[in-house]
């Protein structure tokens, strides 16, 4: 992403976070009480267990591949760069049963009227921040569905402000504002796994009845204690020592990517292997809903477009008309009676999560 645009994605971003603060504005008034209850979700050994220095975390230990890593040349700085992220994909494969929990607790959540809330700092603030930013034009969720909350507020990502990671007091305070209850799925992202700011926000949160996952890059930490789920992709040591904006950012995108779409897909908005569920904005997306249309159902480009207009542009009314045979009014009887799954739809039957 070139850096012109990098900065005008992120400035929407921040946008979309600002307008989710305003949302969701409000504190609760047992902030005391909820603290306390929030401390005794974290679990017993993290009590017990001392946190860890830093030299002890994998993704702050030094990596053999990269000594002498400043006396290489440009094509031996890259090679050695790719060579450490051909390791990722198989450092998240070994936690695909717990991604596969994660998957259906926030179809779930999102199901019943809950939101997938993801709470990060620095990098994987970043990560948490881009994947929510990108469900609604992919998926056509309303923004409020899938959120994030970022260490520093919207500001952060674009300028560092990684000293309010330190705070467990304004972690808590910032899931508090968003009002976590049961039918939410929150999800703390933190390479190193003991972000004071993010442990807080996830121990608060279960102890407000949501259901919470931790996605880090290190094992046995107070993220994973504080969590229902933990997600562990150990990518090893960094390239640069420390530099979790690169293995460990890289798998977190990979998992959240894993997760919302995965998420979405068994809440039936892709159909086969298409987003079905987009709304026709621009050329670009005009022109994939015919494509989509034709190619699903056989159909040629003319049909294809009369059958969008009578559909009132909606690609799941009109996939449904096209493979039940049915009218628009039965077609979007179907989608609601099934929560928009198109597969069900057309079948006629009801979601099971």
Not at 1 to 11: D, G, K, V
Not at 39 to 48: A, D, F, G, V
Not at 170 to 196: F, Y
Not at 241 to 247: F, Y
Request: charged residues 25%; glycine residues 6%; hydrophobic residues 40%.
């Amino acid at each position: 992403m070139a850096p012109t645009n990098a900065r005008l994605y992120f400035s929407r971003c921040a946008e979309f976070g600002a307008r989710m603060g305003e949302f969701e504005a409000g504190t609760h008034s047992d902030m005391a009480t909820i603290t306390a209850n929030a401390e005794t979700q974290i679990k017993p050994e993290r009590q017990q267990r001392p946190d860890a220095s830093l030299n002890q975390l994998t993704t702050e230990s030094s990596n053999e591949a990269s000594f002498g890593f400043d006396t290489k040349s440009a094509l031996e700085i890259a090679r050695i760069i790719n060579h450490e992220d051909s390791k990722i994909a198989a450092a998240v494969k070994k936690s695909l049963p717990e991604i596969s929990l994660v998957i259906d607790s926030v179809a779930r959540s999102l199901r019943d009227g809950g939101r997938l809330i993801y709470i990060g700092a620095g990098s994987s603030g970043r990560i948490a921040a881009l994947d929510a930013c990108e469900c609604p034009p992919y998926f056509s969720t309303p923004p409020q569905s899938v959120q994030y909350i970022m260490a520093g507020g919207p500001k952060a990502l674009a300028s560092a402000v990684e000293v309010n990671e330190d705070s467990e007091e304004l972690g808590q305070r910032d899931i508090a504002r968003r009002r976590p209850t049961r039918k939410d799925m929150v999800i703390g992202l933190s390479s190193s796994g003991r972000t004071p700011y993010v442990v807080a926000a996830v121990a608060y949160a279960r102890a407000r009845g949501a259901k919470t996952a931790a996605i880090t890059c290190n094992q046995n930490t107070p993220l994973a204690d504080a969590a229902d789920i933990v997600i562990v992709a150990d990518v090893g040591a960094e390239v640069i020592s420390g530099s979790t904006r690169m293995k460990a950012a890289t798998a977190q995108k990979m998992i959240t990517n894993m997760i919302t779409t995965g998420a979405m897909t068994r809440l039936g908005y892709v159909y086969d292997n298409a987003m079905v569920n987009v709304h026709m904005q621009n050329s670009k997306l005009v022109e994939r809903g015919i494509s989509t249309l034709m190619r699903i159902c056989g159909i040629d480009r003319e049909t294809a477009v009369m059958t969008i207009k009578s559909a009132g542009r909606s690609i799941p009314v009109a996939l449904v008309m096209l493979k039940a045979g049915v009218d628009k009014p039965e077609a979007v009887r179907r989608l609601a009676r099934s929560d928009g799954n198109v597969r069900l739809a057309i079948e006629d039957t009801t979601l099971e999560l």
